[in-house]
Every structure is written in C-alpha cells, then in structure tokens.
C-alpha cells in the first residue's frame, strides 16, 4: 500500500472527544456497538489499569476492596477527603464499568466517583490485513466518556470506492470526526516508512476525485 489515511487528535487536544451520546451509559453501549460492528480486536493487556476513587463513599470503597483486594495507594486529595489506587489487569473492566455507573458520584456530583483508562487495539474489519496498529484510548471520567482515537484507514482519502465505508464508520462512530484531524501517509522513496501530509480544507465534505 502506497497510501492510507490516518486520523488522530493533537496531544493539545488533552482528553480527545467528548463522546457523542452524553447520557454516559448510553454513551458506553454505542462505543462498544460501534467497536463490535467495525473492528476486530481486544483490549490491551501488556499495560495495567490505574483505578482511582476520590471521595470516601464506603459502599463505594467495599465494593472495590471485595472485588479487586486493598488499595496499592492512597493519599489525601485537594477537593476529596480520600484518593485511593488500585493497579488492574483488563480481565476486570466488566467489574470496573459496572461499579464506575453505580458510584454515588457519578455523574458530575462531588461525591465519590471512580475514574481509569483502557485501550482497545484493534484492525478493522473492511482490512485485508495491510494497515495495522489503529487503537481507541477510553477514559472514564466523573464527567463521562473521553475517547482517544488512532486510526490507520486502509486506503487513500481520494478513493471513490472507500468513501462510503468511510463515511459508514463516520456516522457510527460514538464521537464526531475532525476533518483537520485526518492525515495522508504517504510511503518515503526509501519505502521503508510513511510521511504524514495536511489535507485540504472541506475534502471530507466533497466527491473524491481519485487520480488512481
């Protein structure tokens, strides 16, 4: 493959997107439709989960210690009486999702509330196999769902035929797409790396033209 297109928020972009359904359960199930539907793939083992609660709910902090042991840290918060850590592997992310929707503190309150971060890598499912290493970053947060997309499209921005599953992925995505966050790489001469290219400004929105 000599081109494929790339999409990525800058590290400006801090959280990545806000996602797209804000009623956050909601929010969860249309991510892992979308995930279920497009893709192939897991989430990451080769890094732990980092689980923190803030506050000092004790239902809240039983239900941790039953399902996950004692806290591996803890340390007084600057807005919460209480910051305790648990260092998890992805086998408890069903425990962790059901207890981070039950949490007193959620949503947008000051109460206890629990936050931790995964990754799911994974290829899609309209790929032959060529363009590798896509992942979405989630976040959940005392405000909800951030998603953190890293996406290889395996094929070029101008192709008339990939358009439409491009824009299928699009509509079914749990965050809306960034037309400035899209990429062209572009294979080097030496062909054993890619460059990355800006794009013009409302090419997302027009009819490829493709040139191949």
């Avoid at 803030?54 to 009486?81: M, V």
């Avoid at 499912?125 to 499209?153: E, K, M, N, V, W």
């Avoid at 080097?188 to 191949?212: E, F, I």
Wanted: with cysteine.
């Amino acid at each position: 493959m000599t081109e494929h297109l790339l999409y990525g928020p800058p590290k400006s972009a801090g959280f990545g997107h806000r996602s797209r359904v804000r009623n956050t359960k909601n929010a969860w199930q249309q991510t892992q439709s979308f995930l279920e539907k497009h893709t192939l793939g897991g989430f990451r083992s080769t890094e732990r989960i980092r689980l923190h609660c803030y506050g000092s709910d004790k239902s809240t902090l039983d239900e941790l210690e039953s399902a996950f042991g004692k806290p591996t840290g803890f340390q007084e918060a600057a807005t919460y009486s209480q910051f305790q850590a648990w260092c998890l592997d992805d086998t408890t992310i069903p425990q962790l999702t059901d207890i981070y929707f039950r949490a007193p503190g959620f949503p947008r309150q000051d109460g206890t509330h629990i936050r931790f971060d995964v990754c799911y890598d994974f290829k899609w499912r309209i790929d032959d196999g060529i363009c590798a290493g896509s992942h979405l970053g989630i976040i959940f947060d005392r405000d909800g769902i951030f998603l953190q997309p890293t996406f290889a499209f395996p094929f070029a921005w101008d192709s008339p035929i990939d358009r439409a599953r491009l824009e299928v992925i699009l509509a079914d995505a749990p965050f809306r797409f960034r037309e400035q966050y899209f990429k062209r790489a572009i294979l080097t001469k030496a062909g054993n790396s890619y460059r990355r290219l800006k794009l013009d400004r409302g090419w997302l929105s027009s009819a490829p033209q493709s040139s191949r």
